[in-house]
């Protein structure tokens, strides 16, 4: 599995540049990778900002795992749904497809490792029997699944959301202390069963009654690509800005970090790593 510090080109859908609410946002975040000569280009054919999401997961140069792009989330807007297929073909990329229905931005990857939220049984009914469904998506990324817990309340029960890799024995993800009690059982459940350490960041909320689904306070869907970790920042009051750049700047002393405020795209309930598809070129 190609992990995201060993990508090196980074795309975005073009409705960001098409959208004139996105634009300035976008222009934000370019600049910072051209600062670190990271390459960057934008996928046609898309039907929404969230690349991510619809995009592939990528195993090797060349060799990328497509799932099944059909979430519930969007079952009152089917016009927002990408076709994967159309947009591989759109972009030259090709893909062997699965029919296990599976967004991008449920699955957090190590090597050897994935990610997935418990949204994974949700979206794949078919799949009466939840250790098949393990079984076989291991056997499709050739790593072990790890399942961690979904917030109930977010509308897409996205991995990305809450926990990232830091190594493949460390995550950094929300403060569970901050968290809903059964998300923070069964995280405290999965990192004893996988023996893995924890890298605590903080999370906030903000209410702004127009942007009910908004992601405003959630530090942890940052890009990884490379040597740089583009992080967001809010700087709406409550926020929480100094202590999560603190603690990323800690973790990721090795690494180049840089923060950019994108709320014109966090107020649509997504971040960095939602509007980004990342690859190793």
């Known amino acids: 599995m190609i992990l995201d510090k060993e990508t090196n080109v980074v795309f975005f859908s ?55 792009y059909e979430p519930s989330y969007l079952e009152e807007d089917r016009h927002l749904q990408s076709d994967p297929a ?20 449920n699955v957090l990857r190590w090597s050897d490792r994935v990610i997935v939220s418990d949204r994974v049984f949700e979206e794949s009914p078919a799949y009466t ?50 968290e809903y009690r059964y998300w923070q ?30 992601a405003v306070g959630c530090y942890v869907n940052y890009l990884e690509i490379g040597d740089l970790i583009l992080a967001p920042v809010f700087q709406v009051p409550g926020n929480k800005d100094e202590e999560a750049a603190a603690t990323l700047c800690r973790v990721f002393a090795d690494r180049q970090v840089e923060f950019v405020n994108i709320n014109e795209i966090a107020r649509q309930g997504g971040l960095l790593n939602c509007i980004t598809w990342s690859i190793k070129a």
């Open 14 to 68: 073009d409705l960001l540049v098409a959208q004139k609410q996105y634009l300035p946002a976008y222009q934000r975040i370019i600049s910072l990778l051209d600062k670190h000569s990271i390459r960057h280009s934008l996928l046609k054919g898309t039907r929404d900002i969230w690349c991510r999401d619809y995009m592939p997961v990528q195993q090797a140069e060349g060799k990328y795992m497509q799932f099944r």
């Open 86 to 105: 159309h947009v591989l073909a759109m972009n030259q990329v090709k893909a062997v497809f699965s029919d296990i229905n599976l967004d991008g931005g």
């Open 129 to 178: 029997d939840r250790s098949r469904l393990l079984t076989k998506l291991e056997g499709l990324l050739n790593a072990e699944v790890i399942v961690i817990p979904a917030i109930r309340s977010d509308m897409t029960g996205h991995a990305d959301g809450m926990v990232r890799f830091y190594d493949r024995n460390t995550l950094i993800g929300n403060r569970l202390e901050g």
């Open 185 to 214: 059982k069964g995280m405290e459940n999965a990192l004893t069963v996988h023996k893995l350490d924890y890298v605590a960041l903080p999370s906030f909320e903000y209410k702004e009654k127009s942007f009910p689904d908004s």
